[in-house]
């Protein structure tokens, strides 16, 4: 099995940036290819935001390009998402995520951290 663990959500204002990190363990954790992560807004369904491979290609939603950045520490089995410019859409619970498909890393997810954007 593979655990996944999340921190850095919280509340921030319009306009202002969080960090988001996720560290991976455990042993088939080596028989993923990609990390992940997805948001799942109050009445909505889970959205993929950014996910990233093992050699650093990534996937960006469009809502997300220019202001969010995933990266990969592949030493730590750690992922980040840096989100700046925050916006109250991005209100959600944010989900770590692992799996074989960059388009669709769906296959392991933590328990989520809240990020609240106020306006």
């Known amino acids: 099995q593979v655990q996944l663990v999340e921190s850095g959500g919280g509340l921030v204002q319009a306009g202002g940036s969080l960090r988001l990190s996720c560290a991976a363990s455990g042993g088939t954790f080596q028989n993923t290819n990609a990390m992940g992560w997805y948001r799942q807004a109050a009445g909505k369904q889970h959205d993929l935001v950014a996910a990233i491979d093992r050699v650093g290609s990534t996937n960006i939603a469009d809502s997300v390009k220019g202001r969010f950045t995933i990266s990969l520490d592949n030493r730590k089995n750690t992922v980040y998402l840096q989100m700046n410019s925050l916006k109250p859409e991005d209100t959600a619970v944010y989900y770590c995520?692992?799996?074989?498909?960059?388009?669709?890393?769906?296959?392991?997810w933590g328990r989520g951290t809240q990020v609240t954007v106020s306006s």
């Open positions: 995520t692992a799996g074989l498909l960059l388009g669709r890393p769906d296959d392991y």
